[in-house]
């Protein structure tokens, strides 16, 4: 290394403010410049996985659920509700929810103690249906291609369904950490950022790099932007970066009101993204 003047300096990008009216800090990093040369100083630390249209397509098993489930705690034909009727017109509705709470409460009526109830009875039915979930082609090359980097998954689905189906994949031995939806208080689902938080934490003690968050739904990325916001309050230098994925059958990117800050057209994109990362903080 040459000889010159290090000077450290912290560097700041912004997004346009959409969480409590203030500007989110997107990316938190400190850089050093040696003889006119930035070196950007963080490197990728982990990666965070959304479960449900990221990692596996379980639509049609979570249709199948869902009827169940509503048809039980309302009393009412599960056909009644147009959203139940087919796969199509529940790809429709999942899209425009923030999570299953609010699915379960603005669709179809529940109240605070039925969506309770509905969020006991999910692992049980998941467990009793054997609706086919495959994971997305290409997926477990991309994941094991990734073991050098410690990797967790956080979703609103339960960490059981998760873990069964991981280990039907053999692909238990690639995650670090598992954070399902009964992992969180009913008041800490996304986009709040606690489960993300608790990923990030057990897989990295909160040493300063760069988490990826690889998700399908714009409820990801608002948690990620949370995230930061937790991580730039606190003075912890970590930044959240997002994938966004648009190889899912239902994946419409123009839809989501945040946009995350890479898009994967196929599974194979987010090695390239991750690389491409490495790669320029390494330059």
């Known amino acids: 290394m040459s000889s010159g003047k290090i000077k450290t300096k912290i560097f700041n990008k912004y997004l346009t403010p959409i969480v409590d009216n203030h500007l989110v800090p997107l990316y938190f990093a400190y850089i ?3 003889t006119g040369k930035t070196i950007l100083m963080a490197n990728i630390i982990a990666i965070v996985w959304d479960y449900d249209g990221t990692l596996v397509d379980t639509r049609q098993k979570n249709l199948s659920v869902n009827r169940r489930i509503i048809s039980q705690i309302t009393g009412i034909p599960a056909d009644v509700f147009s959203s139940l009727r087919s796969l199509a017109n529940y790809d429709v ?6 999570n299953w709470q609010d699915l379960y409460q603005k669709n179809y009526g529940m109240n605070h103690d039925q969506t309770v109830r509905a969020g006991q009875l999910w692992s049980e039915y998941q467990k009793e249906d054997d609706t ?3 994971i997305y082609f290409g997926i477990k090359e991309v994941v094991e291609s990734l073991r050098h980097l410690p990797q967790g998954i956080f979703s609103q689905n ?8 991981l280990n039907k994949n053999k692909l238990s031995n690639s995650f670090n950490s598992i954070i399902g939806y009964q992992e969180l208080e009913h008041g800490h689902q996304k986009p709040e950022p606690h489960g993300l938080l608790e990923s990030v934490k057990n897989l990295t003690s909160n040493e300063c790099g760069i988490v990826l968050f690889i998700g399908d739904h714009v409820t990801d990325f608002k948690c990620a932007i949370n995230a930061n916001s937790y991580y730039f309050k606190n003075h912890i230098r970590i930044t959240v970066k997002t994938i966004g994925v648009n190889y899912t059958p239902d994946a419409d990117p123009s839809s989501w009101e945040v946009r995350p800050d890479f ?3 196929r599974p194979l994109d987010i090695l390239e993204i991750a690389g491409n990362l490495e790669r320029e903080s390494n330059d």
């Open 263 to 265: 898009i994967a057209d």
């Open 32 to 34: 050093i410049e040696l």
């Open 158 to 165: 339960s960490k059981s369904q998760i873990e069964n189906v």
């Open 132 to 134: 086919d979930t495959p």
């Open 93 to 98: 509705v999942q899209k425009e929810m923030t």
